[in-house]
């Protein structure tokens, strides 16, 4: 594995789960295979889990972490070519980039898009300027478009969870929000569920609210959500702003929010949502307190995904 960016870099899902859970079981079976390598962790955003359970990943690996937060910390970044640079940009990663190459055998980095501007975000700018002018593998933390970690950590947390001798019914359903948040994670998480293959995969949202094809394309997709949930052994609740219309919020119907009457509709569903959530406007207080929530065993599993992830790039270095 040359970067981590997606599914496409992944030769075996299975594979890679199977090897995440083999950590999971023994944190420090390769406490020497990151010894003396060095994982830089780039922030352009904020985030809990993404990076402590990045730098808990590298410790199990024997790797040194440095955290550096862009904007609080660095100079503020140009990223377009060709910029004249008489704005409030500082440093262009034409620089940045290849600094940051020699001080680290790996580059963590987390960007999030603007939400303005759809052509911008779903070309992967940032992301891929760090790729080209790096020179050592790039680990996405999270894109403008999507979120791998996460979405190998929601299977783990599936293969680990799901024991039944048939392919799952996995409901990932639109929930409402105060804020007009990325597609990222819905993106990632349809892009793992259908190149993983072994679910009957159901996307519930509102209309005006469809995702790229590009990720969603195997899944079944419509706009009643009672209909959806029913018989679901897995429900994965998630806000996205629209696609079509780029970066809106439409309908932000409080009947979207997922409760115990909805989960009535499931074959008593397993819950699980990326976090943070918004209790009582994504999801009620009842299934986040409740025995079918499985979102802190799932952001337990950020460490594994990462761990995994690691030992492949570190082949590379
Ligand atoms: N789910 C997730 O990426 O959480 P953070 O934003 O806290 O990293």
Redesign the pocket.
Known sequence: MKNFLSVHEVSAISQLVTNALAFKADPFKDATLGQRKRLGMLFLN??????ISTQLAAKNLGMDAIVFNVGQDGWALEFEDEAIMSGSTVEHVKEAAPVLGKYFDILGVRTFPSLKNKTDDYSELYINQFIKYAGVPILSL?SATL?PL?SLTDLITIQETFKEKRKPKIVMTWAPHVKALPQC?ANSFSQWITAWGNADFVITHPEDYELDSKFTNGATITHDQDEALKDADIVYVKNWSTYQDYGKIYCNDPEWMLTNEKLALTNNAKIMH???VRRNVEVSDEILDGPNSMVTLQ?GNRVWAAQAVLAELLKQT
């Open positions: 904020p985030s809990m889990r993404t990076r999270e979120h996460q994670v990326c976090l943070p952001a």
